[in-house]
C-alpha cells in the first residue's frame, strides 16, 4: 500500500469522443485521486454511435513509449485496454514482463457499445498467452469471458460462477490473482457481478440504471480499480469502490450533452 499519489498507466486505445478508451482512464484515475499516464495503443474514429475506421499502433512504437516511460516514471499500477491485433498484445506483454508493475488489471476490450469489433479475431488467444497469466484482475463483461472461454454467453448468476473459476484456472497461479466478472449483461434488472480468486466468491450486487449513457463503463471499472489497488490493495474491497464510483458516474450522466447516442460517463461527478 503506497501512502504517495499513485502513478497509474493505461495501454489502451484512443476515442475521440472522450467516453471510452485512454480519455475515460486518464478522467478515471484522475478523479480517484491518482496521476494518471498514458501508452496509445490504437487510433479509432469514433462517436456515441458508431466506431467507422480504426488505426492500430506500430508495435515498435509502442515497446518505445512503455520502455521510455517505464525507465524514469514509477508505475504503480498499469490497465490494459484496448489493443487491437496480436502483435500489440505481444509486445506489451514482453515489455511488462520485463518491467514487473506490482498491479495489472486487464479489460479485454473485444466489442464496442455500438457492436463494431475492436479485437481481432485472431488474437484471442495471444491474449491469453501474454496478458491472462499476468494480470491482478481481468475484468470480461460476460460476452468477453464467452469469447475468452470459446462458450457462449451465459445468463445466469449460477453460471457466472462456474465461468468465474474457469477464468480464473487461466491466469497464473504465481500470487493472488482475481477475476471480476461483470453481470451487465444479464437479463432483468440487477447487474451483479461476481469476484473469485480461487477461493473465495463474492457477488457485488447492483440494479441497472434506466440510461443511454452506458458509453465506456467497462474501461472506467477497470481504470478505477488501477487508480485504486495501490491505495487499497484488499481487492474486494477496492473492487466495491470501483463498482460504487462507477455507478456514481452512470447516475450523473444525464447532466452531460454529449452526443445522441450511447453517452459517456461524468467522470467528475464528485467534482463539478
Not at 484496448?82 to 466489442?111: F, N
Not at 455500438?114 to 491482478?136: H, M
Amino acid at each position: 500500500m503506497t501512502t504517495q499519489i499513485p502513478n497509474t498507466l493505461t495501454i489502451a486505445g484512443m476515442d475521440p469522443s472522450g467516453g471510452a478508451g485512454i480519455l475515460a482512464d486518464v478522467k478515471t484515475m484522475s478523479a480517484l485521486g491518482a496521476y494518471a499516464c498514458a501508452v496509445v495503443a490504437a487510433l479509432t474514429a469514433q462517436n456515441t454511435h458508431r466506431v467507422s475506421d480504426i488505426s492500430i499502433v506500430n508495435p515498435d512504437f509502442i515497446q518505445a513509449q512503455i520502455d521510455t516511460l517505464f525507465d524514469d516514471v514509477r508505475i504503480d499500477a498499469v490497465k490494459i485496454g484496448m489493443l487491437g491485433q496480436s502483435k500489440t498484445i505481444e509486445v506489451v506483454g514482453e515489455r511488462l514482463a520485463h518491467w514487473k508493475p506490482v498491479h495489472i488489471v486487464l479489460d479485454p476490450v473485444m466489442v464496442a457499445k455500438s457492436g463494431d469489433l475492436l479485437l481481432e479475431q485472431n488474437a484471442i488467444s495471444s491474449l491469453r498467452e501474454y496478458l491472462l497469466s499476468q494480470a491482478t484482475v481481468v475484468t470480461p463483461n460476460l460476452p468477453e469471458a464467452g469469447v475468452l472461454l470459446g462458450q457462449r454467453q451465459v445468463e445466469s448468476v449460477r453460471d457466472m460462477r462456474r465461468v468465474a473459476e474457469r477464468l480464473r484456472n487461466m491466469m497464473s497461479h504465481n500470487g493472488h490473482r482475481w477475476v471480476l466478472l461483470k453481470g451487465g449483461h444479464l437479463p432483468g434488472d440487477e447487474t451483479i457481478d461476481i469476484l473469485h480468486d480461487g477461493d473465495k466468491m463474492i457477488e457485488l450486487p447492483g440494479h441497472r440504471i434506466q440510461t443511454r449513457n452506458t458509453h465506456g463503463t467497462g474501461c472506467t471499472l477497470s481504470a478505477a480499480l488501477a487508480a485504486l489497488l495501490p491505495k487499497i490493495p484488499d481487492v474486494p474491497e477496492a473492487a466495491q469502490q470501483a463498482k460504487t464510483y462507477l455507478v456514481a458516474a452512470i447516475v450523473a450522466s444525464a447532466k452531460l450533452e454529449v452526443g445522441t447516442g450511447h453517452g459517456p460517463l461524468h467522470h467528475f461527478h464528485h467534482f463539478w
